[in-house]
Nanobody, 127 residues
Framework: QVQLVESGGDSVQPGSSLILSCTISGNPRDLFATAWFRQIGKEREGVAAILMGGNPQKYRPPAVRDRYTIYRDDVKKTVHLQMKNLKVEDTAVYFC????????????????????WGQGTQVTVSS
């Protein structure tokens, strides 16, 4: 099992950009995917996922596809979520999660498919 630590959350104004980082301890090569989720109240929504194998396919829901980018740094064992043109409705706690089991395209943004979770980092967007 891996341990995940998120960082980069902040309070920003609408239109700003942020980059969240997820540092993975352990062996990322054992992972199938890493994803970012955000939680507002009790609802947890997948906003980006990236496969950890040789073909780093990326997945983002339509709601954030033009503003969010996910990428990984295999040397530093980090996965980043770049967010642009932030909106008030992006305010949430953002979690990094990893999964070891193969997932379908529909499953990569489902929280129940992920085994390990970080503690979360708060992103607040307000004017």
């Amino acid at each position: 099992q891996v341990q995940l630590v998120e960082s980069g959350g902040d309070s920003v104004q609408p239109g700003s950009s942020l980059i969240l980082s997820c540092t993975i301890s352990g062996n990322p090569r054992d992972l199938f995917a890493t994803a970012w989720f955000r939680q507002i109240g009790k609802e947890r929504e997948g906003v980006a996922a990236i496969l950890m194998g040789g073909n780093p396919q990326k997945y983002r829901p339509p709601a954030v596809r033009d503003r969010y980018t996910i990428y990984r740094d295999d040397v530093k064992k980090t996965v980043h979520l770049q967010m642009k043109n932030l909106k008030v409705e992006d305010t949430a706690v953002y979690f990094c999660a990893t999964g070891t089991r193969p997932m379908t395209v529909k499953g990569v943004l489902k929280s129940e498919n992920y085994d390990s979770w970080g503690q979360g980092t708060q992103v607040t967007v307000s004017s």
